[in-house]
């Protein structure tokens, strides 16, 4: 089923169409990898293009230079330096979504298959029904197969860190991290987590020495990993600067389009960006994001099991798309995997904040032509996972971990919080239908001609900081239960 939608969005609109665009693809064939990242906006330079690098680190190049070959092989046209830029053919566009399939076949669904597989929650049904659900993601599908990208390879890598983490192999999932990270450097939003776990097992190991030799094999495992991932860069210091500068582009500003972020959100009510300079602008996004990740890096790190590092995962994400410099739409995709973690432990939460990150990039489907796809698979994936994880019969304030909320709202008249969240997201989800159907059927006023962009935008941001400020309650006040808790040896 999962691979069915994907299979339709790719034969769906795709981002970029009928106007020219830098595809990398010619790029990469003719160019080394050094070149090719270096040079990428250079008007100048031999590809003669220009294209945002922001998302992708260093090795991002490597991964397409076996599809770039091959497109080459089948047709030339296709990878033409200079000539291939805005070409357009169905069969192009269906072998460019087709290497989107196969890598996420050999990456993005083992590591799906086997995390749940390996440290899924109950009964082989449950554990195929979780499965299930976090194929069916509409985000990622929509983005990969539609805006046509290769998030499911960082986000693959990254999984698979996860899983070997959980199985106590922490040199390996060192290891896949670092490619993760490598391959696609907003996996940052994941690095703290990661850290402050492994730190975490060093500090809580029976001796000194044995806390001391995981550190060291830890280490290694990264030092040497990310050496040979930047290999490429290290013999020219000024190349290595260059790749820096490509990957953190400060010069964009705060924030760009209608993201579902608080600079975005803020700035319907004031304009940040015209009062304050972008020098102080960059120190402020700083500043608030490292106080929103502190709370929960420092938890982990002072209790580091694994249910506080998929808790973790999710409240560095979500801290880093809220508060972060320079953020896109499509990085909400770094807090749903760790939320796709949390379906079997917290299932109307991990769904409602699944839906909510797919609805908040509707302006960019509609922008590529994928509303129908949009509509197809948002509905197939709320159907099936109300269906298969029954989330709403289970939304007690003891299933919902809600207790702490209770403590905090003592002075509050008496009421089952666990019914007016499950009421709250069935109104959500009605919000998110109509805002959806508004949105294309409706002109907006001459006067406010991003009224839908916005509308949204703030909506999905009123969500994802409620769901930020809930997990990190949960982190701080719910002990892990016992069949998800691992105890670092």
Same mark, same amino acid.
């Given at each position: 089923?999962?691979?069915?939608?994907?299979?339709?969005?790719?034969?769906?609109?795709?981002?970029?169409?009928?106007?020219?665009?830098?595809?990398?693809?010619?790029?990469?064939?003719?160019?080394?990898?050094?070149?090719?990242?270096?040079?990428?906006?250079?008007?100048?330079?031999?590809?003669?293009?220009?294209?945002?690098?922001?998302?992708?680190?260093?090795?991002?190049?490597?991964?397409?230079?076996?599809?770039?070959?091959?497109?080459?092989?089948?047709?030339?046209?296709?990878?033409?330096?200079?000539?291939?830029?805005?070409?357009?053919?169905?069969?192009?566009?269906?072998?460019?979504?087709?290497?989107?399939?196969?890598?996420?076949?050999?990456?993005?669904?083992?590591?799906?298959?086997?995390?749940?597989?390996?440290?899924?929650?109950?009964?082989?049904?449950?554990?195929?029904?979780?499965?299930?659900?976090?194929?069916?993601?509409?985000?990622?599908?929509?983005?990969?197969?539609?805006?046509?990208?290769?998030?499911?390879?960082?986000?693959?890598?990254?999984?698979?860190?996860?899983?070997?983490?959980?199985?106590?192999?922490?040199?390996?999932?060192?290891?896949?991290?670092?490619?993760?990270?490598?391959?696609?450097?907003?996996?940052?939003?994941?690095?703290?987590?990661?850290?402050?776990?492994?730190?975490?097992?060093?500090?809580?190991?029976?001796?000194?020495?044995?806390?001391?030799?995981?550190?060291?094999?830890?280490?290694?495992?990264?030092?040497?990993?990310?050496?040979?991932?930047?290999?490429?860069?290290?013999?020219?210091?000024?190349?290595?600067?260059?790749?820096?500068?490509?990957?953190?582009?400060?010069?964009?500003?705060?924030?760009?389009?209608?993201?579902?972020?608080?600079?975005?959100?803020?700035?319907?009510?004031?304009?940040?960006?015209?009062?304050?300079?972008?020098?102080?602008? @960059?120190?402020?996004?700083? !500043?608030? $994001?490292? %106080? &929103?990740? #502190?709370?929960? /890096?420092?938890? +982990? =790190?002072?209790?580091?099991?694994?249910?506080?590092?998929?808790?973790?995962?999710?409240?560095?994400?979500?801290?880093?798309?809220?508060?972060?410099?320079?953020?896109?739409?499509?990085?909400?995709?770094?807090?749903?995997?760790?939320?796709?973690?949390?379906?079997?432990?917290?299932?109307?939460?991990?769904?409602?904040?699944?839906?909510?990150?797919?609805?908040?990039?509707?302006?960019?489907?509609?922008?590529?032509? @994928?509303?129908?796809?949009? !509509?197809? $698979?948002? %509905? &197939?994936? #709320?159907?099936? /996972?109300?269906? +298969? =994880?029954?989330?709403?019969?289970?939304?007690?304030?003891?299933?919902?971990?809600?207790?702490?909320?209770?403590?905090?709202?003592?002075?509050?008249?008496?009421?089952?919080?666990?019914?007016?969240?499950?009421?709250?997201?069935?109104?959500?989800?009605?919000?998110?239908?109509?805002?959806?159907?508004?949105?294309?059927?409706?002109?907006?006023?001459?006067?406010?001609?991003?009224?839908?962009?916005?509308?949204?935008?703030?909506?999905?941001?009123?969500?994802?900081?409620?769901?930020?400020?809930?997990?990190?309650?949960?982190?701080?006040?719910?002990?892990?239960?016992?069949?998800?808790?691992?105890?670092?040896?």
């Amino acid at each position: 089923m999962g691979h069915q939608q994907c299979c339709f969005a790719l034969i769906s609109g795709a981002s970029g169409k009928w106007r020219p665009s830098p595809f990398t693809d010619p790029m990469v064939a003719a160019l080394c990898v050094k070149d090719c990242f270096c040079n990428l906006h250079h008007s100048n330079s031999k590809n003669g293009m220009k294209s945002k690098t922001k998302e992708r680190a260093g090795r991002g190049g490597d991964f397409f230079k076996t599809p770039s070959f091959l497109a080459k092989a089948i047709n030339p046209e296709w990878v033409e330096l200079h000539k291939s830029r805005g070409y357009e053919s169905d069969a192009h566009k269906l072998f460019m979504r087709a290497t989107v399939l196969v890598a996420d076949l050999l990456i993005y669904l083992p590591a799906v298959v086997l995390y749940c597989m390996c440290l899924g929650d109950g009964s082989p049904r449950k554990k195929t029904s979780v499965l299930l659900c976090t194929l069916l993601y509409p985000g990622l599908i929509l983005i990969d197969y539609g805006h046509f990208q290769y998030n499911g390879v960082s986000l693959g890598l990254a999984l698979l860190a996860v899983l070997a983490l959980g199985l106590g192999w922490d040199a390996l999932g060192s290891m896949f991290f670092c490619l993760a990270l490598s391959y696609k450097q907003m996996e940052l939003y994941h690095a703290l987590p990661f850290f402050c776990y492994l730190l975490g097992k060093c500090f809580k190991q029976e001796s000194v020495w044995k806390g001391l030799f995981l550190l060291v094999r830890i280490s290694v495992t990264v030092l040497l990993t990310l050496a040979l991932c930047w290999l490429p860069f290290l013999s020219d210091p000024s190349q290595a600067l260059q790749v820096l500068r490509r990957i953190f582009p400060v010069a964009r500003g705060l924030f760009e389009d209608k993201v579902a972020n608080t600079w975005c959100s803020l700035n319907v009510l004031i304009k940040i960006r015209s009062i304050v300079s972008s020098d102080s602008q @960059l120190y402020l996004s700083l !500043a608030c $994001t490292v %106080l &929103a990740v #502190l709370p929960s /890096s420092l938890r +982990l =790190l002072t209790k580091p099991t694994f249910w506080q590092f998929k808790l973790a995962l999710v409240n560095s994400s979500l801290a880093f798309f809220l508060f972060s410099y320079q953020v896109h739409e499509k990085s909400i995709l770094l807090a749903s995997l760790p939320a796709c973690l949390l379906l079997s432990d917290l299932p109307l939460i991990a769904i409602w904040l699944l839906q909510t990150s797919t609805f908040s990039m509707l302006p960019l489907f509609v922008k590529d032509g @994928l509303l129908v796809p949009y !509509a197809v $698979t948002s %509905l &197939a994936f #709320l159907y099936f /996972s109300v269906y +298969l =994880l029954s989330p709403l019969r289970h939304c007690t304030e003891q299933e919902l971990r809600i207790e702490g909320y209770r403590k905090m709202l003592f002075c509050l008249p008496k009421r089952d919080l666990g019914c007016v969240v499950k009421w709250k997201f069935c109104i959500s989800v009605l919000a998110m239908v109509a805002l959806s159907i508004a949105s294309v059927t409706s002109s907006p006023p001459p006067h406010l001609p991003d009224l839908f962009p916005v509308l949204i935008s703030t909506f999905s941001f009123m969500h994802f900081m409620g769901t930020y400020v809930y997990f990190n309650i949960v982190q701080f006040t719910e002990p892990p239960s016992k069949k998800s808790q691992k105890k670092t040896s």
